[in-house]
T-cell receptor, first 111, second 113 residues
Framework: TQLLEQSPQFLSIQEGENLTVYCNSSSVFSSLQWYRQEPGEGPVLLVT?????EVKKLKRLTFQFGDARKDSSLHITAAQPGDTGLYLCAGARVTGNQFYFGTGTSLTVIP | GAGVSQSPSNKVTEKGKDVELRCDPISGHTALYWYRQSLGQGLEFLIY????????KSGLPSDRFSAERTGGSVSTLTIQRTQQEDSAVYLC???????????FGQGTRLTVV
């Protein structure tokens, strides 16, 4: 059973377009991380959100944590080919010893 | 080191052989995680170490899998009598405190032939 569901699973867009990736769960998380992974590499941490309703911006990327801390979104403005990769959300629960990873969103930005 | 280091980066082994994968976490990080990522799959939790506490082994898929962490630093994941379904990328991560943001190594790609 997957604790975190991401959508869409695959996304192919033209350079300059905007996109949003969603990470949803019925469980509450104490924090949520977003990672980007390129082929042959490990996931690279982009951001951590910990407060319900929190919004963080990283250049053209905007991350939001849901008010109830059950979901999150990643919005990319004016996507660039360098944004291509696998985007993963991961949640930590108050109790427990692991990060629960989402199913992943594979993004391809076409020049 | 500055980041999490894993070795080897690639390993090809024959079915039935044992393999050892190594992880060197970020200095000072007390929490260490092992995950497995199969092609087209998400990250599957394997095992968690925190300081001197007993590890959480709840994610290990069978008794052929074991891991240890010596001196609270380097960790080794051992797979005995490897099977083809063990082929995957094995990822190690560390964090400064439990359930805070984790930093990953580049992974070890294991291929069992």
């Amino acid at each position: 059973t997957q604790l975190l569901e991401q959508s869409p699973q695959f996304l192919s867009i033209q350079e300059g377009e905007n996109l949003t990736v969603y990470c949803n769960s019925s469980s509450v998380f104490s924090s949520l991380q977003w990672y980007r992974q390129e082929p042959g590499e490990g996931p690279v941490l982009l951001v951590t959100v910990v407060t319900g309703g929190e919004v963080k911006k990283l250049k053209r990327l905007t991350f939001q944590f849901g008010d109830a801390r059950k979901d999150s979104s990643l919005h990319i403005t004016a996507a660039q080919p360098g944004d291509t990769g696998l985007y993963l959300c991961a949640g930590a629960r108050v109790t427990g010893n692991q990060f629960y990873f989402g199913t992943g969103t594979s993004l391809t930005v076409i020049p | 080191g500055a980041g999490v280091s894993q070795s080897p980066s690639n390993k090809v082994t024959e079915k039935g052989k044992d393999v050892e994968l190594r992880c060197d976490p970020i200095s000072g990080h007390t929490a260490l995680y092992w995950y497995r990522q199969s092609l087209g799959q998400g990250l599957e939790f394997l095992i968690y170490f925190q300081g001197n506490s007993a590890p959480d082994k709840s994610g290990l898929p069978s008794d052929r899998f074991s891991a240890e962490r010596t001196g609270g630093s380097v960790s080794t994941l051992t797979i005995q009598r490897t099977q083809q379904e063990d082929s995957a990328v094995y990822l190690c991560a560390s964090s400064s405190q439990p359930n805070t943001e984790a930093f990953f190594g580049q992974g070890t790609r294991l291929t069992v032939v």
